[in-house]
């Protein structure tokens, strides 16, 4: 392998890495944003079974659907908790600004390398360069920064597929399945959540 072989694969390492570290920067804050929705509403339909049933008369008129409801009414709070206890855990916004921050000074190290290659910097000074940039990129992907995950760097190379690097090479379709599951990965539970509760209800209602 050519120094300038070496340097651009350590150009796409690095611009696979930020790239990846801002989608789940993206993926954090979104989930960070949905988890605070779905809590939200979930007590709003917390509230809404509770003075149904007292307005109506719930007991008194359907005795079985009311103690369903107030089962329902049980596990939406065990969710509520749930939610609560993942967003604790997982501390979203933390992560997402930590990520981008460490994705920013990945990018810049990128944009540092190519401006050497673009430049056509003689082979010594190319070398030390290609080293320092080495270095400083080890320093920032063990610094003490949140990893993505692997999805976060299959929906970068399926979004920009076009690229010639063998390690973006992938049909229309894989392409799509990496954004869908992107999307799930980020709002799947938070849809689950929501939708459970109105779905029990229907089966259930008289």
Same mark, same amino acid.
């Given at each position: 392998?050519?120094?300038?072989?070496?340097?651009?694969?350590?150009?796409?390492?690095?611009?696979?890495?930020?790239?990846?570290?801002?989608?789940?920067?993206?993926?954090?804050?979104? *989930?960070?944003?949905?988890?605070?929705?779905?809590?939200?509403? $979930? &007590?709003?339909? #917390?509230? %809404?079974? /509770?003075?149904?049933?007292?307005?109506?008369?719930?007991?008194?008129?359907?005795?079985?659907?009311?103690?369903?409801?107030?089962?329902?009414?049980?596990?939406?709070?065990?969710?509520?908790?749930?939610?609560?206890?993942?967003?604790?855990?997982?501390?979203?916004?933390?992560?997402?600004?930590?990520?981008?921050?460490?994705?920013?000074?990945?990018?810049?190290?990128?944009?540092?390398?190519? *401006?050497?290659?673009?430049?056509?910097?003689?082979?010594?000074? $190319? &070398?030390?360069? #290609?080293? %320092?940039? /080495?270095?400083?990129?080890?320093?920032?992907?063990?610094?003490?920064?949140?990893?993505?995950?692997?999805?976060?760097?299959?929906?970068?190379?399926?979004?920009?597929?076009?690229?010639?690097?063998?390690?973006?090479?992938m049909n229309g379709f894989t392409a799509k399945w990496?954004?869908?599951?992107?999307?799930?990965?980020?709002?799947?539970?938070?849809?689950?959540?929501?939708?459970?509760?109105?779905?029990?209800?229907?089966?259930?209602?008289?």
């Amino acid at each position: 392998m050519t120094l300038n072989e070496a340097a651009q694969n350590l150009r796409t390492k690095m611009w696979r890495t930020a790239g990846a570290r801002f989608n789940c920067q993206r993926r954090m804050k979104y *989930r960070d944003t949905t988890s605070s929705f779905t809590v939200a509403l $979930l &007590s709003v339909y #917390l509230i %809404a079974i /509770s003075v149904a049933q007292k307005i109506y008369n719930v007991g008194e008129r359907y005795p079985e659907f009311d103690n369903h409801l107030t089962f329902i009414a049980i596990v939406g709070a065990v969710f509520i908790i749930v939610i609560s206890l993942i967003e604790w855990a997982s501390n979203f916004s933390v992560r997402a600004e930590r990520l981008f921050e460490n994705a920013t000074e990945i990018k810049k190290l990128q944009s540092r390398l190519e *401006r050497a290659l673009i430049e056509g910097t003689p082979e010594l000074t $190319l &070398s030390t360069e #290609l080293e %320092a940039v /080495s270095l400083d990129y080890e320093h920032f992907v063990d610094k003490n920064s949140p990893n993505h995950d692997p999805i976060d760097d299959f929906l970068f190379r399926s979004q920009n597929r076009s690229d010639p690097h063998p390690s973006f090479k992938m049909n229309g379709f894989t392409a799509k399945w990496a954004l869908v599951q992107w999307l799930l990965f980020t709002y799947g539970l938070y849809v689950i959540l929501l939708i459970l509760p109105v779905a029990a209800i229907y089966f259930v209602a008289p």
